[in-house]
């Protein structure tokens, strides 16, 4: 059974710093695309950021030249370092990947992290 474990949500001010962690655990074979989606209250979950296998990355419109996502292959880690936050960032973020496994490839969901942006 492969899991994703999102680490690192939390509360901080306007203009704060935080970093998401999100590790793939079980049996997995290889790993394709990683990214980070965020649902707001009353909001469709949206895009924030997806890195290849190769490192190509993608942002959302909303998030680019704040947040960075990378992520470490050998660890089977995909990161996300937000900077200078803003209210309107606050949500829960989740994190996503295509594993290929024992059952083939599959689509993984993590069960979220909180992200507060208040003063």
């Known amino acids: 059974q492969v899991q994703l474990v999102e680490s690192g949500g939390g509360r901080v001010q306007p203009g704060g710093s935080l970093r998401l962690s999100c590790a793939a655990s079980?049996?997995?074979?290889?790993?394709?695309?990683m990214g980070w989606y965020r649902q707001a209250p009353v909001k469709q979950r949206e895009l924030v950021a997806a890195?290849?296998?190769?490192?190509?990355?993608n942002y959302g419109n909303s998030v680019k030249g704040r947040f960075t996502i990378s992520r470490d292959n050998a660890k089977n880690t995909v990161y996300l370092q937000m900077n200078s936050l803003k209210p309107e960032d606050t949500a829960v973020y989740y994190c996503?990947?295509?594993?290929?496994?024992?059952?083939?490839?599959?689509?993984?969901w993590g069960q979220g992290t909180q992200v507060t942006v208040s003063s």
């Open positions: 996503n990947a295509n594993l290929h496994g024992y059952a083939g490839w599959i689509n993984s």
């Open positions: 079980g049996s997995i074979f290889s790993i394709n695309g």
């Open positions: 890195i290849t296998s190769d490192g190509v990355t």
